[in-house]
T-cell receptor
């Protein structure tokens, strides 16, 4: 079983739409959670960390449900510049601080 | 300030050859990790080095090896290249073992 599972999409949404991505992880001992963004043929970049209490950064909201081992990312008022692949990331320092990446969810925002 | 730099950016090798990829972390960062990303997949962890010692190893064969130098730069070596080793190899640095990862632009390896 993969450490992190994501729906690969693609998600094609119109500008201004709200879109949600989900991710599940298999190791209940996982300790830190992140969303990374990767533009086409570019390196991944941190979008936001995910905390148990949930956190918001502008149009982006991340949620963590430890009981269900589930992470989500909500993007409101989608912009064309949001088009990218969004990678769910989980770490477990008991295994040498490996960052486990999901396969990524592709988002295209359409004018 | 310079970010994570990797070299070469692109390279083509043939099966059975050997390759060395290089990475310079952000100044002040002591941890370097290597990831392999094949098309359509997320990055897969290969190694983590911190303070010049291996701190983590992913599920890769012994053909893959790495080291970290006193200036915290790192090399990833892959021997006996296979077609399936074709991928984007990403280096990431972090201040310490648990900090945010900052990625370089990667080295795109094609094995023919």
């Amino acid at each position: 079983r993969k450490e992190v599972e994501q729906d690969p999409g693609p998600f094609n949404v119109p500008e201004g739409a709200t879109v949600a991505f989900n991710c599940t992880y298999s190791n209940s001992a996982s300790q830190s959670f992140f969303w990374y963004r990767q533009d086409c043929r570019k390196e991944p970049k941190l979008l936001m960390s995910v905390y148990s209490s949930g956190n918001e950064d502008g149009r982006f909201t991340a949620q963590l449900n430890r009981a269900s081992q589930y992470i989500s990312l909500l993007i409101r008022d989608s912009k064309l510049s949001d088009s990218a692949t969004y990678l769910c990331v989980v770490t477990n320092t008991n295994t040498g601080n490996q960052f486990y990446f999901g396969t990524g969810t592709s988002l295209t925002v359409i004018p | 300030d310079a970010g994570v730099t990797q070299s070469p950016t692109h390279l083509i090798k043939t099966r059975g050859q050997h390759v060395t990829l290089r990475c310079s972390p952000i100044s002040g960062h002591k941890s370097v990790s290597w990831y392999q990303q094949v098309l359509g997949q997320g990055p897969q962890f290969i190694f983590q080095y911190y303070e010049k010692e291996e701190r983590g190893r992913g599920n890769f064969p012994d053909r893959f090896s790495a080291r970290q130098f006193p200036n915290y730069s790192s090399e990833l070596n892959v021997n006996a290249l296979l077609l399936g080793d074709s991928a984007l190899y990403l280096c990431a640095s972090s201040f310490d073992m648990t900090g945010e990862l900052f990625f370089g632009e990667g080295s795109r390896l094609t094995v023919l």
